[in-house]
Protein backbone atom coordinates (compact mmCIF):
# COMPACT_ATOMS: atom_id res chain seq x y z
CA UNK A 1 0.00 0.00 0.00
CA UNK A 2 1.12 3.35 -0.84
CA UNK A 3 1.89 6.02 1.58
CA UNK A 4 -0.14 8.76 -0.15
CA UNK A 5 -3.43 7.15 -2.09
CA UNK A 6 -5.24 9.55 -4.53
CA UNK A 7 -7.93 8.42 -7.07
CA UNK A 8 -6.07 8.88 -10.58
CA UNK A 9 -8.89 9.64 -12.31
CA UNK A 10 -9.60 11.25 -14.88
CA UNK A 11 -12.45 13.71 -13.54
CA UNK A 12 -13.98 15.55 -16.73
CA UNK A 13 -16.00 18.37 -15.60
CA UNK A 14 -17.58 21.42 -17.69
CA UNK A 15 -16.61 25.04 -16.74
CA UNK A 16 -17.97 26.42 -13.61
CA UNK A 17 -18.68 22.89 -12.19
CA UNK A 18 -17.65 22.23 -8.34
CA UNK A 19 -15.33 19.47 -8.38
CA UNK A 20 -13.40 17.57 -5.02
CA UNK A 21 -10.74 15.23 -4.67
CA UNK A 22 -10.00 13.50 -1.82
CA UNK A 23 -6.36 11.93 -0.56
CA UNK A 24 -5.88 9.25 2.10
CA UNK A 25 -2.15 9.01 4.08
CA UNK A 26 -1.29 6.10 5.83
CA UNK A 27 1.43 7.21 8.03
CA UNK A 28 -0.32 8.78 11.33
CA UNK A 29 3.26 10.82 12.25
CA UNK A 30 2.71 12.95 9.02
CA UNK A 31 3.04 16.48 9.99
CA UNK A 32 2.97 19.23 7.33
CA UNK A 33 0.07 18.65 4.15
CA UNK A 34 -0.02 20.13 0.57
CA UNK A 35 -1.52 20.14 -2.69
CA UNK A 36 0.86 20.64 -5.64
CA UNK A 37 -0.06 21.12 -8.73
CA UNK A 38 1.25 19.83 -12.26
CA UNK A 39 0.77 20.59 -15.58
CA UNK A 40 1.07 18.27 -18.30
CA UNK A 41 5.02 17.77 -19.41
CA UNK A 42 6.03 20.70 -16.59
CA UNK A 43 7.02 20.35 -13.35
CA UNK A 44 5.19 20.25 -10.30
CA UNK A 45 3.94 23.70 -8.09
CA UNK A 46 2.58 24.11 -4.87
CA UNK A 47 -1.10 25.07 -5.33
CA UNK A 48 -1.55 25.89 -1.38
CA UNK A 49 -0.63 24.32 1.82
CA UNK A 50 -3.67 22.42 3.84
CA UNK A 51 -4.15 23.43 7.56
CA UNK A 52 -5.77 21.35 10.40
CA UNK A 53 -8.21 24.08 10.63
CA UNK A 54 -8.98 24.16 6.98
CA UNK A 55 -7.87 26.96 3.84
CA UNK A 56 -9.08 28.84 1.56
CA UNK A 57 -7.56 30.47 -1.51
CA UNK A 58 -9.91 31.85 -3.57
CA UNK A 59 -11.76 29.15 -5.46
CA UNK A 60 -9.78 26.65 -3.58
CA UNK A 61 -10.81 25.28 -0.54
CA UNK A 62 -8.36 22.29 1.23
CA UNK A 63 -9.31 20.69 4.37
CA UNK A 64 -7.44 18.16 6.68
CA UNK A 65 -9.03 15.51 8.80
CA UNK A 66 -5.66 13.95 11.06
CA UNK A 67 -8.36 11.27 12.48
CA UNK A 68 -9.60 9.83 9.52
CA UNK A 69 -5.97 10.55 7.77
CA UNK A 70 -7.54 12.42 4.43
CA UNK A 71 -6.84 15.64 2.75
CA UNK A 72 -9.42 17.28 0.39
CA UNK A 73 -9.31 19.63 -2.32
CA UNK A 74 -12.45 21.55 -3.64
CA UNK A 75 -12.02 23.91 -6.62
CA UNK A 76 -15.27 25.53 -7.22
CA UNK A 77 -15.85 27.26 -10.63
CA UNK A 78 -13.76 25.29 -12.38
CA UNK A 79 -11.77 27.15 -15.01
CA UNK A 80 -10.24 25.51 -18.13
CA UNK A 81 -6.85 26.31 -17.08
CA UNK A 82 -7.61 24.14 -13.65
CA UNK A 83 -6.78 21.23 -16.26
CA UNK A 84 -4.03 19.57 -14.59
CA UNK A 85 -2.82 16.70 -12.61
CA UNK A 86 -3.09 17.70 -8.66
CA UNK A 87 -0.97 15.82 -6.47
CA UNK A 88 -1.07 15.21 -3.05
CA UNK A 89 1.65 15.80 -0.40
CA UNK A 90 2.54 14.78 2.86
CA UNK A 91 5.66 15.53 5.05
CA UNK A 92 6.75 13.41 8.56
CA UNK A 93 8.81 16.09 10.06
CA UNK A 94 11.30 15.74 8.10
CA UNK A 95 12.34 17.44 4.73
CA UNK A 96 11.52 14.62 2.69
CA UNK A 97 8.12 15.05 1.18
CA UNK A 98 6.30 12.02 -0.13
CA UNK A 99 3.81 12.57 -3.04
CA UNK A 100 0.34 10.85 -4.20
CA UNK A 101 0.27 10.11 -8.10
CA UNK A 102 -1.54 12.64 -8.76
CA UNK A 103 -5.39 13.29 -9.60
CA UNK A 104 -6.01 14.28 -13.04
CA UNK A 105 -8.72 17.24 -14.13
CA UNK A 106 -9.86 17.72 -17.57
CA UNK A 107 -11.87 21.00 -17.63
CA UNK A 108 -14.23 21.36 -21.02
CA UNK A 109 -16.29 24.21 -22.36
CA UNK B 1 15.14 35.72 -10.93
CA UNK B 2 16.15 32.61 -12.04
CA UNK B 3 14.56 29.38 -11.22
CA UNK B 4 15.77 25.80 -10.71
CA UNK B 5 17.91 24.85 -13.96
CA UNK B 6 18.85 20.93 -14.68
CA UNK B 7 21.08 19.49 -17.73
CA UNK B 8 20.80 17.85 -19.49
CA UNK B 9 17.12 18.16 -20.32
CA UNK B 10 17.66 14.76 -22.50
CA UNK B 11 19.61 12.18 -22.08
CA UNK B 12 20.02 9.57 -23.92
CA UNK B 13 22.27 6.37 -23.59
CA UNK B 14 22.88 2.62 -23.68
CA UNK B 15 23.07 0.25 -20.99
CA UNK B 16 26.06 0.31 -18.52
CA UNK B 17 27.02 3.50 -19.47
CA UNK B 18 27.21 6.17 -16.44
CA UNK B 19 25.48 9.26 -16.47
CA UNK B 20 25.93 12.80 -14.60
CA UNK B 21 23.12 14.81 -14.10
CA UNK B 22 23.56 18.58 -12.77
CA UNK B 23 21.11 20.44 -10.80
CA UNK B 24 21.33 24.66 -10.66
CA UNK B 25 18.85 25.42 -7.30
CA UNK B 26 17.76 28.85 -7.13
CA UNK B 27 20.40 31.14 -5.51
CA UNK B 28 20.46 31.54 -1.59
CA UNK B 29 18.62 28.13 -1.31
CA UNK B 30 19.72 25.78 1.35
CA UNK B 31 17.81 22.75 0.56
CA UNK B 32 18.24 20.55 -2.53
CA UNK B 33 16.31 17.56 -3.45
CA UNK B 34 16.62 14.64 -6.29
CA UNK B 35 13.12 12.83 -7.44
CA UNK B 36 12.56 10.43 -9.98
CA UNK B 37 9.51 10.95 -11.84
CA UNK B 38 7.69 7.68 -13.52
CA UNK B 39 4.89 8.47 -16.29
CA UNK B 40 1.67 8.48 -14.52
CA UNK B 41 3.27 8.90 -11.08
CA UNK B 42 3.70 11.29 -8.51
CA UNK B 43 7.57 12.42 -7.97
CA UNK B 44 9.32 9.66 -5.59
CA UNK B 45 11.82 11.14 -3.22
CA UNK B 46 15.65 9.92 -3.81
CA UNK B 47 17.72 12.05 -2.19
CA UNK B 48 18.28 15.74 -0.39
CA UNK B 49 20.81 17.95 1.11
CA UNK B 50 20.94 20.68 3.37
CA UNK B 51 23.75 23.26 2.13
CA UNK B 52 26.76 20.64 1.45
CA UNK B 53 25.62 18.18 4.06
CA UNK B 54 23.29 14.73 2.63
CA UNK B 55 20.79 14.44 5.04
CA UNK B 56 18.53 11.56 3.41
CA UNK B 57 19.71 8.92 0.84
CA UNK B 58 16.95 6.68 1.56
CA UNK B 59 15.49 6.59 -1.22
CA UNK B 60 18.12 5.65 -3.82
CA UNK B 61 17.25 2.61 -5.33
CA UNK B 62 21.06 0.75 -5.23
CA UNK B 63 24.51 1.53 -4.92
CA UNK B 64 24.49 2.78 -8.45
CA UNK B 65 23.11 5.70 -7.74
CA UNK B 66 24.86 8.27 -6.32
CA UNK B 67 24.45 12.70 -5.91
CA UNK B 68 27.24 15.12 -4.04
CA UNK B 69 26.76 18.76 -3.50
CA UNK B 70 30.42 19.43 -2.79
CA UNK B 71 29.94 23.36 -2.47
CA UNK B 72 26.27 23.48 -1.08
CA UNK B 73 25.38 24.98 -4.57
CA UNK B 74 25.45 22.49 -7.58
CA UNK B 75 24.56 18.98 -7.57
CA UNK B 76 25.35 16.18 -9.42
CA UNK B 77 23.04 12.84 -9.13
CA UNK B 78 25.21 10.07 -10.78
CA UNK B 79 24.21 6.87 -12.37
CA UNK B 80 26.67 4.39 -12.78
CA UNK B 81 26.08 1.42 -15.10
CA UNK B 82 22.75 2.63 -16.62
CA UNK B 83 19.83 -0.52 -17.05
CA UNK B 84 16.96 0.16 -19.14
CA UNK B 85 14.87 0.44 -15.71
CA UNK B 86 16.56 3.82 -14.86
CA UNK B 87 14.90 5.06 -17.71
CA UNK B 88 12.74 8.08 -16.28
CA UNK B 89 12.32 12.05 -15.48
CA UNK B 90 14.58 13.15 -13.17
CA UNK B 91 13.68 16.37 -11.05
CA UNK B 92 15.48 18.63 -8.57
CA UNK B 93 14.31 21.11 -5.74
CA UNK B 94 15.29 23.29 -3.57
CA UNK B 95 13.70 25.37 -1.10
CA UNK B 96 14.77 28.75 0.76
CA UNK B 97 15.16 26.41 4.06
CA UNK B 98 15.53 23.53 5.60
CA UNK B 99 11.92 22.06 7.08
CA UNK B 100 8.73 21.49 5.20
CA UNK B 101 9.06 24.55 3.24
CA UNK B 102 7.70 25.36 -0.30
CA UNK B 103 10.13 23.43 -2.96
CA UNK B 104 10.56 24.70 -6.50
CA UNK B 105 10.91 21.93 -8.85
CA UNK B 106 13.26 22.42 -11.83
CA UNK B 107 12.32 21.43 -15.48
CA UNK B 108 13.92 17.75 -15.23
CA UNK B 109 16.01 15.52 -17.37
CA UNK B 110 14.48 12.93 -18.93
CA UNK B 111 16.97 9.66 -19.27
CA UNK B 112 15.88 7.17 -21.79
CA UNK B 113 18.67 4.22 -20.97
CA UNK B 114 18.94 1.52 -24.65
Known amino acids: RKEVEQDPGPFNVPEGATVAFNCTYSNSASQSFFWYRQDCRKEPKLLMS???SGNEDGRFTAQLNRASQYISLLIRDSKLSDSATYLC??????????FGTGTRLQVFP | GAGVSQSPRYKVTKRGQDVALRCDPI?????LYWYRQALGQGPEFLTY????????KSGLPNDRFSAERPEGSISTLTIQRTEQRDSAMYRC????????????FGPGTRLLVL
Open chain 1, 50 to 52: VYS
Open chain 2, 49 to 56: FNYEAQQD
Open chain 2, 27 to 31: SGHVS
Open chain 2, 93 to 104: ASSLLAGPETQY
Open chain 1, 89 to 98: VVNRATDKLI
